[in-house]
């Protein structure tokens, strides 16, 4: 009897978050809900996506983005959160590294900020409530493009 192991992995596909070299990409994530975070950091690192770090407020994301640095492939970062908003802190970050991949979370209704937020130099930007092919197509299109 033949085993798996007998048969091309002729559907096999490489993990979305991992870099061609085979590296997974390190991601900082950013947010005052620990449902959000732990939503994105499951669904990331189902597809070999490194977590690096996770941040409650843009304070934290800033000191913990310089802590990291130059580690981060990516950020996901909330547009309204306590101490400090995310583009508060995607503006500091970029004043700190402006190759920083940065892409924002909002809320719906929020239109207004997202744009603000892509101005100011995000890459990208995803619509909570989130949707798993939406989150990888948005950070895959970041990070490839």
């Not at 096999?12 to 939503?39: C, H, I, T, W």
């Not at 977590?51 to 990516?74: R, S």
Request: aromatic residues 6%; hydrophobic residues 40%; proline residues 5%.
């Amino acid at each position: 009897m033949k085993a798996s192991a007998d048969y091309p992995t002729v559907n096999a596909k490489n993990p979305e978050g991992v870099d061609p070299f085979g590296r997974p990409y390190r991601v900082l994530l950013v947010d005052d809900s620990m449902f959000v975070r732990k939503q994105l950091s499951q669904i990331l690192s189902s597809e070999g996506f490194e977590i690096l770090d996770q941040a409650e407020d843009g304070n934290q994301g800033f000191m913990t983005y310089k802590q990291h640095y130059p580690d981060v492939d990516l950020v996901t970062m909330d547009i309204t959160m306590p101490n400090m908003d995310g583009i508060t802190c995607l503006e500091k970050i970029l004043a700190f590294d402006k190759e920083a991949k940065v892409v924002m979370i909002s809320a719906l209704g929020k239109e207004d900020l997202v744009r603000k937020a892509l101005v100011t130099g995000a890459k990208n930007f995803i619509v909570k409530p989130l949707d798993r092919k939406k989150v990888l197509e948005r950070i895959r299109g970041v990070l490839k493009g």
